[in-house]
């Protein structure tokens, strides 16, 4: 499915999950992008922005291969690890995260 970034550029995904308010697709590349709200910091840690209109690239998030999403999370696996953003006090399984950090990443 191709869609629209915000600099016109056209991506290619190959997956694509959506949450609550929130969306992410992983591309032909295995990179993940998100857009919609963010107000837990689901797309991006500690970020004034409370919602992207456009697909954003998640930092740190390549080789993706499989995504998962809740109201206020979003995790993502690569290889044996699996990577959440968002509000671990919300339904996040990652919770020893702290919120708002980088992606907390679980696994060995």
């Not at 697709?25 to 992207?52: E, H, Y």
């Not at 999403?69 to 968002?86: E, H, R």
């Amino acid at each position: 499915m191709k869609v629209q970034a915000e600099k016109g550029d056209n991506l290619i995904f190959s997956q694509i999950v959506t949450g609550r308010s929130h969306t992410c697709a992983v591309d032909m590349d295995r990179n993940l992008w998100c857009w919609g709200r963010n107000d837990r910091g689901q797309i991006v840690a500690k970020s004034p922005t409370k919602a992207f209109r456009f697909p954003t690239r998640i930092v740190g998030a390549s080789a993706v291969s499989k995504v998962a999403l809740g109201d206020v999370f979003t995790c993502w696996t690569q290889g044996v690890n699996i990577s959440c953003l968002g509000d671990p006090k919300i339904g996040n399984p990652q919770r020893s995260s702290v919120e708002g950090r980088a992606p907390a990443r679980m696994g060995p």
